[in-house]
């Protein structure tokens, strides 16, 4: 019975040594796959090293397979933000003011607006769309429209917006920013909003530093 046993585990064993052997060249590919297909996205982006010159990989999601960062020269140019899923590359443009990220937590943080209003609001990747989970606009003249109130000292009175969430197939930085879309609430209120959606790791969040430049990320991709 003893040698019946032993004779098992070791069929067992040469099974699981053949199973993991067959794995790493799957898992090698995928690495390889991924720079492949950023690379051909990159290719098709017009006069690309003078638009953006700067770039860089992180990860927001669990798939290890990084997000890809490009940082436009100027505010027209906005910035580039790539992800992969299921062997299909997903672009998104972002405000210059930029974003921060939880890393491998699937949460982004993004910003934008102007000097008399901002925007803000937490996405998360699915199936590679970017979603938004909420977020809204702030500012003295959130409507772009001059009509600015003042409190009692002179000071100007800020107005918050908030949605909760967004429309499928919207524009997330277009849709956050117009207040149309949005509740009126208090400073207050929207404060709490924002700190519940950032969670309780949000002092964990990383600011996106473009710490390569796009002929390093080229060199990476092997272009």
């Known amino acids: 019975m003893y040698k019946i046993m ?68 100027c505010m027209a140019a906005g910035n580039r933000l790539l992800t992969i899923y299921k062997d299909k590359v997903y672009e998104y443009m972002l405000p210059p003011n930029g974003f921060t990220y939880l890393k491998k937590q699937n949460r982004l943080h993004i910003t934008g607006g102007r000097d008399e209003a901002y925007c803000e609001y937490v996405a998360k990747f ?13 500012g003295f003249d959130v409507f772009n429209d001059g009509n600015v ?29 117009n207040p149309k879309n949005g509740k009126k609430i208090t400073k207050r209120e929207y404060n709490k909003k924002m700190n519940r959606l950032l969670g309780a790791d949000r002092k964990k969040y990383r600011s996106m530093l473009f710490a390569k430049t796009i002929q390093q990320i080229k060199k990476k991709l092997k272009m």
């Open 6 to 73: 032993k004779k098992i585990m070791i069929v067992n064993l040469i099974i699981v040594l053949l199973v993991s052997a067959v794995g790493i060249p799957a898992q090698a590919a995928s690495k390889t796959n991924w720079k492949n297909l950023y690379a051909k996205h990159l290719k098709k982006i017009e006069d690309l090293e003078k638009v953006y010159p700067y770039g860089e990989f992180f990860y927001v999601n669990h798939d290890n397979i990084p997000e890809l960062y490009l940082g436009g020269n």
């Open 126 to 138: 699915s199936k590679g769309k970017m979603i938004g989970l909420g977020g809204g606009v702030f």
């Open 149 to 177: 109130k003042f409190d009692k000292e002179g000071q100007l009175i800020y107005q918050y917006y908030w949605n909760d969430k967004s429309k499928k197939g919207t524009n997330l930085d277009q849709y956050y920013q």
